[in-house]
């Protein structure tokens, strides 16, 4: 790709997000749309968020804990555990997990809508295909992220509780104080929230607009189901770098 | 006597596609009232016609008139002009995560302040008129392709449009079907007082509803009249379309190999 060629791809790509903002009206056909989307992209990705979490609670507990006994300070484990998840992992995770699942689908749809009339049925009808169809899915995955992070994070802490409390052996009453003393609700969860939520918005926006000018064939389909994976999540570990630099500068 | 302004009145209309002429030095008047044929072969250009037509695609030459004003710049003014305009199109564009009656609804409920119940029973005079009243809850993968075509011509129909344009309306649809598809075409064309522009290439089906025929053949209009002047037509382009022969002044892939050139 040229650079000029980038330039304009990028310029398109910045109205298209201004086009979505525009089109965000809060009407009652919007609260309606906004519902389903959160169901279909929020709480469907539920069970992979949970597994995921679970098991990146799991492994960060049995490498830490490896790595902490050699110096006798097994008791940060939680320490470890609850930065670690709510300043980094529990946010890009997330964010990544949402992308494999629900910007695909995103794409998907939307590539699929220009295949079949959909898209151009709604201008003909004079309805803003953006307002109907884009805006609804950016809201709800601004939403739905943070949500799913929260529950990312819990169900890690969870896993990590249960694997160093009954099966290593720690003390329970250490493991919690420990969290609740390192993590800050403010610093580190306020800023994980608001995190989940950029990588929601960019995560929706990149899906949305790759599908949305997909080439109106099976193929093109695909295209953009792919092209909106990789590029989401290259910006998203942009972003995540970018956003740490400017949060955690204490 | 004062005439009402025509239907479609396009002016010495070029249009473009992709830097080439598709079509050239078109000069149109379609009137109020009536079913009007727009003719060709496949690949003539009577998609960009229609693109024209609903302002997808802008004129590179000349002027295009649709209910007595110009096809409008402006997005939010084109979307204004677009609500007097039922387009049924080829693929039906119907929404897949919504049921037939949300379909329907859905320019109703954008477009207008009527109460939900309102809005129902209109809907179901929709489906009704197309024969579709029973399978108002059922989703479009559930209907056949002649259901689904009715279904887009309900939604087409639901803010009364004095306009009516249809894009092949019986692409991938059997004898019945095509059948049942322009009887509908013509009494809700004569029952609701609509102008109805058919652009198609199914000449025989849709000639007998027409009261008027345009075909379109390399880049510009080769006849304009009634059906039974173009039966009789004794021009080599219009008999070659209406005989379906492969040799003839209409070449055979045009396109194509105008691109491939």
């Keep these: 790709m040229t650079f000029v060629a980038a330039t304009r791809s990028l310029g398109r790509a910045g109205l298209f997000s201004l086009s979505v903002l525009r089109a965000s009206a809060p009407t009652r056909d919007f609260f309606t749309e906004l519902t389903r989307e959160i169901y279909k992209i929020g709480a469907r990705s539920l069970p992979i968020i949970a597994v995921g979490g679970a098991f990146v609670g799991l492994v960060l507990t049995l490498q830490g804990y490896r790595t902490l006994s050699r110096f006798g300070a097994t008791n940060s484990l939680s320490t470890l555990l609850g930065l670690s998840l709510y300043r980094e992992l529990g946010p890009v995770l997330t964010a990544l997990l949402f992308i494999g699942r629900a910007g695909s689908s995103i794409a998907a749809e939307l590539g699929l809508m220009r295949a079949t009339d959909q898209i151009t049925a709604l201008g003909l009808m004079a309805i803003d295909p953006v307002k109907k169809a884009v805006a609804p899915r950016f809201w709800a995955a601004v939403i739905t992220v943070p949500l799913l992070t929260a529950f990312f994070c819990s169900f890690a802490i969870a896993a990590s509780y249960l694997e160093a409390v009954h099966v290593i052996g720690l003390d329970a009453g250490y493991f919690w104080s420990a969290l609740k003393d390192s993590v800050d609700f403010v610093d580190d969860y306020l800023v994980a929230f608001l995190k989940s939520a950029v990588f929601g918005g960019t995560a929706a926006l990149v899906a949305a607009y790759v599908g949305y000018h997909a080439e109106p064939t099976i193929e093109g389909t695909s295209i953009a189901t792919t092209r909106a994976v990789v590029n989401a999540s290259l910006l998203v570990l942009m972003f995540n770098f970018v956003l740490s630099a400017l949060l955690f500068r204490s | ?261």
């Design chain 2, 1 to 261: 006597m004062i005439h009402a302004p025509a239907a479609v009145r396009l002016t010495d209309v070029r249009l473009d596609r992709g830097g080439r002429a598709v079509l050239e030095g078109i000069d149109l008047e379609v009137p109020r009232g009536g079913i009007t044929a727009v003719l060709g072969p496949s690949g003539s250009g009577k998609s960009t016609l229609l693109a024209a037509l609903t302002g997808e695609l802008d004129a590179s030459a000349g002027t295009v008139e649709v209910l007595g004003t110009p096809l409008p710049q402006r997005k939010r003014a084109l979307l204004e002009l677009r609500k007097g305009i039922g387009v049924l199109l080829q693929g039906n564009g119907l929404l897949t995560d919504l049921t037939v009656a949300e379909n329907v609804a859905l320019p109703l409920r954008t477009h207008t302040t009527l109460p939900a119940v309102v809005i129902h029973r209109l809907v179901l005079m929709k489906l009704h008129a197309v024969g579709l009243r029973a399978a108002a809850d059922l989703f479009p993968r559930e209907l056949s392709g002649g259901m689904a075509r009715r279904v887009a011509l309900a939604r087409a129909l639901a803010l009364d449009p004095p306009l009516m344009i249809y894009d092949e309306p019986l692409t991938g649809l059997d004898p019945i079907a095509s059948g049942v598809i322009m009887s509908l075409i013509a009494r809700l064309n004569a029952s609701l007082g609509l102008t109805s522009i058919i652009v198609t290439h199914h000449v025989h089906e849709t000639l007998p509803v027409a009261d008027r025929a345009i075909v379109i053949a390399n880049g510009r209009i080769v006849f304009s009249g009634t059906p039974h002047a173009l039966q009789a037509s004794a021009d080599p382009l219009v008999r070659q379309f209406l005989l379906g022969e492969p040799d003839g002044p209409i070449a055979f892939d045009a396109v194509a190999r105008a691109e491939a050139a």
